[in-house]
């Protein structure tokens, strides 16, 4: 099994959903949380976009314990200088420079030719390689890149002494077999790739980031860019908790693990919530409040027969459990369960005026919760109800 590192870019790309910015006590406790729950490198901010960044990298390298500490900077020298200075102190840093390598970041943004992009990305690796072993680099914007072009500069940065090449879906335009065959073709043709991890930086506008990561993973990239909950600019980046998850579920597709321990996730995930003050959509994957709820009749009775009727993951395996949601939509097997769980028996008749309590209760309220079910067997009706 090949092992795919986890890049967790919370602190950085997820801080940059508009709204999200987190105290530097809050954005410690997350450093902490995803170093101790295994991620390979936390990207701990971009050090000169402002002096409470700096100050926040520069807090979470000196702490952190085990992942690698990496901090952003555009091909500049004071960027580079700013972000050398800030993980200067970490057991392992990484300086992670990037720049815009498609026609239209270029021409509309930058200015600048793909001549004088290529020579900033050679000076500024080169440069970062004097403060630092370990050197990304990332061509933003890659997927709307000439490929022809991303081989020239990743060539070029490999030469110059990058230690992993990363290819963002800035945009998040890309599909999934496009991925696929842009990763192959950049493994093909970069000169010098064998000396470096191919890593992969996607983003959701099209609600495809985990997709085209996972795309990417088949391809032979060995390191994700994500975010816890999924969060960052615009729709966000490529979920931690999917990336991880998928792997371990679909070992058989993509023969690859990551060393992220999978029962810290819901914990990581309310840390995130309540710090950036953004609350995780109930329906989301892995975290989200009803990824492991059942309401339908027939599913919770599947459930109760056998978990894997409807549930791929294992509740547990990600610091969660089942529950089955009781409603209008419902049935008698999970009703009686959980009135069974909550220590109320009943006779025949006791069962069926139960029932149709319950149905009368689930027609006007969403969800039946346990304090109602302890009210209608305490009815009058139900005098025969033992609890
Ligand atoms: O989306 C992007 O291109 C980025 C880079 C800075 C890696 O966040
Ligand atoms: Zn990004």
Redesign the pocket.
Known sequence: METVEIFD?TL??GE?SPGAAMTASTRLTIARLLDEAGVDTIEAGFPISNEVSFASVKAIAKRTRHARVAA?ARCTQEDIEAAAGAVSTARRPRI?V?IATSPVHLRHKLGISTGRALEMATDAVSRARTYCDDVEF?A???TRSDPAFLVQIFSAAVAAGATTL?V????GYITPAEMEALIGYLRAHITGVERVRISV?T?DDLGMATANALAAVRAGARQV?CTINGI??RAG?CALEEIVVALQTRADVFGAATRFDTANLQHISKAVARGTRMPVQKNKAVVGANAFAHESGIHQDGVLKDRSTYEIVDPRSVGRATTLTLGRNSGRHALFARAGALGLTFDEEGRREFARAFDRLAAQQASVGDADLMALAAGSALTECAS
């Open positions: 870019t950085r790309d940059q952003l992670h990037f990332s933003e914007d890659a990363n963002p879906d800035t945009v930086h983003h860019e960052g600019e980046n």
